[in-house]
């Protein structure tokens, strides 16, 4: 099992309808990182999140990390179909330099 | 200001046959590191370099070499090709220092199919 996993793996969701990303990590986060990538393109950073409890907003994606900082959520609020693609969460290793990421969640919107 | 440059964008080899991913990034970054992505999946780390003459496995090597001789290139070389590695690539890079530590930039993807 990967050391980073998200829940669902896909959704569909009808325009305007909010939804939820999970990220559960094996591991204590010292910093989780949510990226989005439109299909076939390469990935765009979105959010970081470093505190526990810490939550942080851009326009209508809002993502948290919670206090023991093992799990991190992406809720965004009345999708738009611009919302589409895949999300995947990040996680830096300090000591190791390596830079990890979740199972991705596939996000379609129906208009 | 191109980023991460990634060549080539698509490539078909067949089995047994070799070949090298190329990356530049012309940001002075540090840190570079290789990922695949397969079809409906998240990336896993294949290889990372921390600067020239610096590198490290990632969560799946096999298969796999990289070199780092300067800062901006980190070729990623495949041996003797598989269908298993039939993928798509994305070479990452960031700087450790400063507001944007954590954020890695991305090159646009190379898409290998091994046949």
């Known amino acids: 099992s990967q050391e980073l996993e998200q829940s669902p793996q896909s959704l569909i969701v009808q325009e305007g309808k909010n939804l939820t990303i999970n990220c559960t990590s094996s591991?204590?986060?010292?910093?989780l990182y949510w990226y989005k990538q439109k299909y076939g393109e390469g990935l765009i950073f979105l959010m970081m999140?470093?505190?526990?409890?810490e939550e942080k907003s851009h326009e209508k994606i809002t993502a948290k990390l919670d206090e023991k900082k093992q799990q991190s959520s992406l809720h965004i609020t009345a999708s738009q179909p611009s919302h589409a693609g895949i999300y995947l969460c990040?996680?830096?290793?300090?000591?190791?330099?390596?830079?990890?990421f979740g199972t991705g969640t596939r996000l379609k919107v129906l208009a | 200001n191109a980023g991460v440059t990634q060549t080539p964008k698509f490539r078909i080899l067949k089995i047994g046959q070799s070949m090298t991913l190329q990356c530049t990034q012309d940001?002075?970054?540090?840190?570079m590191y290789w990922y695949r992505q397969d079809p409906g999946m998240g990336l896993k780390l294949i290889y990372y370099?921390?600067?020239?003459?610096?590198?490290d496995k990632g969560e799946v090597p096999n298969g796999y070499n990289v070199s780092r001789s300067t800062t901006e290139d980190f070729p990623l070389r495949l041996e003797l090709a598989a269908p298993s590695q039939t993928s798509v690539y994305f070479c990452?890079?960031?700087?450790?220092?400063?507001?944007?530590?954590?954020?890695?930039?991305f090159g646009a993807g190379s898409r290998l199919t091994v046949l």
């Open positions: 990452a890079s960031r700087d450790p220092r400063g507001p944007g530590a954590n954020v890695l930039t």
């Open positions: 591991k204590t986060l010292y910093g």
């Open positions: 999140l470093q505190k526990g409890g």
């Open positions: 990040g996680a830096d290793r300090p000591g190791t330099y390596k830079y990890i």
């Open positions: 940001m002075n970054h540090n840190y």
């Open positions: 370099s921390v600067g020239a003459g610096i590198t």
